[in-house]
């Protein structure tokens, strides 16, 4: 889980955001890459608990089955075409960053 993933570019082109859990474990957090300074940063991490097989419903437990996906927190995310804004499904309801 050391490995970034989702790796991708800022509309703007002046940042690369990534998936990668700095602790090792299976959380996911979303950090930001600045190409300018090659600051790199944590921007979001998952809200509240997080997602266990206790703790979700029978549908998303399957849906992640389905998709392989053993990640937690952070899991996906998308960037707008044309504005510095993403869209990120978390908790079950798309969250707009």
Do not use: H
Not at 66 to 78: A, H, K, P, S, V
């Amino acid at each position: 889980m050391a490995i970034p993933g989702k790796i991708r570019y800022s509309p703007d082109a002046k940042f690369v955001t990534y998936l990668v859990s700095e602790r090792g474990d299976l959380v996911r957090d979303l950090w930001g890459l600045e190409l300018a300074t090659g600051r790199r940063q944590r921007w979001l991490s998952p809200p509240g608990e997080t997602v266990t097989e206790e703790n979700i419903s029978r549908e998303e437990m399957l849906r992640r089955e389905r998709l392989r996906l053993r990640e937690t927190g952070i899991t996906d995310y998308i960037w707008a075409e044309k504005a510095n804004v993403m869209l990120l499904p978390l908790r079950g309801e798309l969250s707009r960053r």
